[in-house]
């Protein structure tokens, strides 16, 4: 079992002296402390890879307790000299492909014969109430960045930028590395960032636009952000091969999903032949959406119960394992060149810190998808299960770490933390490294620690640094021709 990660990172708030600075400063970080009157879903815990942010990480919200840092030995000896980041994109729109089920379901609805509802706990007519349910998603929202979402990067930015002061100064502005996948909802996610960066050293100040910020705009890297899309050998065997996936296809028409469709053909008084797995599926992810976006609670929220909403959670996560994570070697192998890459960065600021130059990098922001961080996760050997996840077994992985919900809500990021150690004892220098996802401290794998010494998390993942040649890992096989003729 992995332990659960340390909630030592509390909202920290800066002290600020100038009223002028205070007041400002409040406005942008009040609704990041207070939970307002935040619409909750007993759903929420099962959305998967749309959960939002903070209903995945409740330790954001404020906490009597005195915060603690943790491991004090950081604080007292150590200093931070570099920042890497992996974000995900913040809360987003349906894709195309959802909105077409979405508007499809709602047909579905329209045509139903009138006063025809099954009546809700609360007396409410809810089938009354689904078919009023407004449509108001648009095929030009296609998994765009929302409003939450960019707020979700600024309060990430405010937070991390409190939580390491000394790496995201003000000197260090300039020099922040940003890359992103070229989606709209990544590169927008980088930008927010930025300007929630801006807000925290110019309080008050509206920020300019991010191609004439100090650091310039982000750099688009599809290789090394959406290195799914550039593995040949993972494209033929798993993203274009209709039997990858074949445990999810089975739970779709297994007992579990089938008693779902039942119940929800009973509700909507549709018949069960018109309903499927995907159209069920789509219609729980709107109360998702609803819920992220809007603030609001769609009546959709109120068709599944807990049960319900454990299966489609589960749904969920077998795609997400079969195409990104354990299922097949290559879903994780296929990430190795961005470990590498993370990897390459430490060990030039080491070389820097060691020969006495300034880091040139202290901040390195990578902007990326649920998809960029499953696999890396997968290849450093985190949320492992003994068991794979299967269509069979989902009463036996009730209590799964592969949990997508848990990993990847929206604006998710994993952060690799590398500081510079003094040793009082000995006048021996030394670099360690933390690991944080979504700013809880991720023990080690190889240790259970909290942190490690850098020679010894390079070691144990040095088959995956010295092997990944991706070119060679996500190369097919070669065909021998004259074999053939
Ligand atoms: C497709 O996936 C199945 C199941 O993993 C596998 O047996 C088959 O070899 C794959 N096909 C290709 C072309 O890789
Ligand atoms: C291809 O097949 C030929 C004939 O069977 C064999 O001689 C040759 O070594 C093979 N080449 C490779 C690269 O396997």
Redesign the pocket.
């Known amino acids: 079992m992995l332990p659960l990660p340390g909630r030592i990172f509390r909202v920290r708030v800066a002290p600020v002296a100038a009223l002028a600075v205070a007041l400002v400063s409040s406005l942008s970080r009040c609704s990041l402390l207070e939970p307002e009157n935040r619409v909750v879903s007993a759903l929420s815990p099962y959305f998967g890879t749309k959960t939002r942010y903070e209903d995945a990480n409740p330790g954001l919200l404020p906490d009597p307790e005195v915060p603690r840092r943790d491991p004090e030995l950081l604080e007292e000896t150590c200093t931070p000299v570099q920042l890497v980041a992996l974000i995900r994109h913040g809360t987003r729109y349906p894709t195309a492909k959802q909105i077409r089920k979405l508007r499809q379901l709602h047909g579905l609805l329209q045509a139903r014969a009138p006063d025809k509802g099954t009546r809700a706990a609360g007396g409410r007519d809810l089938g009354a109430a689904l078919a009023d349910w407004p449509l108001w998603y648009a095929d030009w929202m296609d998994g765009q960045l929302v409003e939450k979402g960019r707020q979700d990067m600024r309060q990430l930015a405010l937070r991390l930028a409190s939580l390491f002061p000394a790496l995201f100064s003000r000197e260090n502005y300039g020099r922040l590395q940003l890359v992103t996948s070229s989606k709209h909802r990544c590169v927008d996610s980088g930008a927010a960032f930025l300007q929630g960066l801006w807000q925290h050293y110019h309080p008050g100040l509206p920020p300019p636009d991010v191609a004439d910020m100090e650091c310039g705009p982000p750099r688009i890297n599809d290789k090394l952000m959406r290195f799914f899309d550039h593995c040949e050998k993972f494209l033929t065997q798993v993203e274009r091969n209709a039997t990858a996936l074949y445990h999810v296809e089975a739970f779709k028409t297994g007992p579990e999903m089938q008693n779902i469709l039942k119940k929800v053909a009973a509700i909507l008084q549709v018949p069960v032949n018109n309903l499927n797995a995907d159209l069920i599926q789509v219609a729980f992810f709107t109360c998702s959406f609803d819920l992220a976006i809007k603030g609001v609670k769609s009546p959709w929220c109120d068709v599944f119960d807990i049960d319900d909403a454990k299966v489609l959670e589960y749904l969920n996560d077998l795609k997400q394992y079969w195409k990104r994570g354990y299922g097949y070697t290559i879903n994780s192998r296929s990430s190795c060149t961005l470990f590498q890459n993370i990897f390459q960065h430490l060990d030039k600021a080491i070389e820097q810190k060691q020969s006495s130059q300034p880091v040139s990098s202290p901040v390195i922001l990578q902007f990326g998808h649920a998809e960029t961080l499953l696999p890396l996760l997968s290849l450093m050997g985190y949320f492992k299960d003994k068991e794979p996840l299967t269509a069979y077994n989902y009463k036996e992985q009730m209590h799964r770490k592969f949990r997508s919900g848990h990993i990847v809500p929206y604006a998710s990021n994993l952060i690799f933390v590398l500081y510079h150690c003094k040793n009082a004892k000995t006048p021996k220098e030394e670099f360690r490294v933390q690991m944080l996802l979504n700013e809880k401290v991720l023990p080690l794998a190889h240790s259970q620690e909290t942190v490690s010494l850098y020679e010894d998390l390079k070691n144990h993942y040095k088959d995956i640094l010295q092997s990944c040649q991706t070119t060679e890992d996500c190369e097919l096989p070669?065909v021998?021709?004259?074999?053939e003729l």
């Not at 021998?480 to 074999?483: A, M």
């Open positions: 070669k021998n021709t004259s074999d």
